[in-house]
């Protein structure tokens, strides 16, 4: 009965095939519903191997006739680990008799796959605000939302086939992650802009303001890292912190260069944001990856396990973030050290006696500067990227 639905189901698909008229969704609803045939069959009629000719022959001079043997939980024997894969397989006997036939004709449902998954990340990417809730997450939410589709996906998929179907899908998502660690690459020399993003940005450094470090006398020695604390109204100004920790107020020496919020202090919010939200993101794309590959192989057929690998798309990930951290170290650069460098190199040491000191104002103010951003920086980045990190400042 299976071989002549079979042979029925390919003549059917073979037909449709060539005239160009096949339903995808219908014939997705079919092969599912043959799926559940087969698992019924399965379960329903279990196959029972022909007793040994010896116990044959004595069984019918014992009763003349042959019993029919079933299975019993209490009576079935030992057996070895060989035997149970064998046994196993054998359950399964009828999957695959009539839903392979369907395998031939699954590149339509491959394509309508691909352009869903691809027009659901286009509208993720364009609606990335770039800007991180940290309540909710330390990644951005695009990088959530693409991993979201591929898992629904990859469950669809291997409901219906495991076999070269499977294969074409797991194309079609590294493609899809190849895409997404452009869009990420790209964004770290563009940087985004938004409305939201600058808004987000003015509230961070209104609070800094608000909020300013403090520094005793035995914490100005230059190249001491200070033990500094992160306030919870910091979570509020789009700082990722500790809300248990708290922050001390700068006294009233600060730079008057410092005293209110320009264009200055809003670049560096919302660049030095946006780069370490992609730091994170790439981070999570990277781990994320493998353990896609690893489901894939646990599922796709044996004939296709060894050529299933993300180690590509995972090193991908990895230069995405390696490069948002170089390119945040650059940017502390340019907007923090060189303009310290600068004021000093400005200063006429020739015409200003100054008496001997064992410490010197641009030093304190610059190590002011570098050890709050060191801080900050620990609290967002995870511990490999924030050693990378330490690394690229020195």
């Known amino acids: 009965l299976s071989k002549r639905v079979r042979t029925h189901v390919e003549t059917y698909l073979a037909r449709k095939s060539t005239s160009g008229t096949i339903d995808v969704d219908l014939m997705l609803l079919v092969l599912q519903k043959t799926i559940d045939f087969e698992s019924?069959?399965?379960?329903?009629?279990?196959?029972?191997?022909?007793?040994?000719?010896?116990?044959?022959?004595s069984l019918r001079e014992s009763t003349g006739e042959v019993s029919i043997q079933t299975e019993s939980p209490v009576n079935k024997p030992l057996v070895s680990a060989s035997e149970s894969v064998k046994t196993e397989s054998e359950s399964k006997k009828f999957r695959g008799v009539i839903s392979t036939a369907f395998e031939p004709h699954l590149d339509a449902y491959v394509r309508m796959e691909e352009r869903s998954l691809n027009d659901s990340f286009l509208r993720a990417a364009e609606e990335e605000t770039?800007?991180?809730?940290?309540?909710?997450?330390?990644?951005?939410?695009?990088?959530?939302?693409?991993?979201?589709l591929v898992k629904k996906s990859f469950r669809r998929c291997s409901q219906l086939t495991t076999h070269k179907t499977m294969f074409e899908m797991?194309?079609?998502?590294?493609?899809?992650?190849?895409?997404?660690?452009?869009?990420?690459?790209?964004?770290?020399k563009k940087r985004p802009n938004s409305q939201l993003l600058r808004k987000s940005a003015l509230q961070r450094a209104e609070f800094k303001k608000e909020h300013p470090l403090k520094?005793?006398?035995?914490?100005?020695?230059?190249?001491?890292?200070?033990?500094?604390?992160?306030?919870s109204n910091l979570m509020a100004a789009g700082q990722s912190g500790d809300s248990n920790r708290n922050i001390r107020s700068e006294d009233s020496k600060s730079d008057s260069t410092h005293s209110s919020v320009g264009e200055f202090e809003i670049r560096w919010e919302l660049e030095s944001?946006?780069?370490?939200?992609?730091?994170?993101?790439?981070?999570?794309?990277?781990?994320?990856?493998?353990?896609?590959?690893?489901?894939?192989?646990?599922?796709?057929?044996?004939?296709?396990?060894?050529?299933?690998?993300?180690?590509?798309?995972?090193?991908?990930?990895?230069?995405?973030?390696?490069?948002?951290?170089?390119?945040?170290?650059?940017?502390?650069?340019?907007?923090?050290?060189?303009?310290?460098?600068?004021?000093?190199?400005?200063?006429?040491?020739?015409?200003?006696?100054?008496?001997?000191?064992?410490?010197?104002?641009?030093?304190?103010?610059?190590?002011?500067?570098l050890q709050s951003i060191v801080f900050e920086k620990s609290t967002e980045l995870s511990k490999p990227y924030f050693r990378f990190f330490t690394e690229r400042m020195c």
């Open 40 to 57: 019924f069959l399965d379960k329903k009629l279990v196959i029972v191997p022909p007793p040994h000719p010896s116990e044959s022959s």
């Open 130 to 148: 770039w800007v991180i809730d940290s309540t909710r997450s330390a990644v951005l939410s695009s990088s959530m939302e693409l991993f979201l």
């Open 170 to 188: 797991y194309k079609v998502y590294r493609k899809l992650l190849q895409k997404y660690a452009t869009v990420l690459s790209d964004a770290i």
């Open 215 to 231: 520094f005793s006398d035995s914490e100005r020695e230059p190249g001491v890292l200070i033990n500094l604390e992160v306030s």
């Open 273 to 369: 944001t946006v780069l370490t939200a992609i730091t994170t993101t790439a981070e999570y794309c990277a781990n994320t990856v493998d353990q896609l590959g690893d489901s894939i192989r646990k599922q796709i057929d044996a004939s296709f396990n060894s050529e299933v690998s993300m180690s590509d798309i995972h090193e991908q990930f990895v230069a995405v973030a390696s490069r948002g951290v170089r390119y945040l170290v650059r940017l502390i650069g340019e907007l923090h050290v060189d303009p310290e460098l600068n004021r000093m190199a400005g200063n006429d040491w020739h015409s200003k006696a100054a008496p001997a000191s064992s410490s010197s104002e641009y030093a304190i103010n610059l190590s002011r500067v």
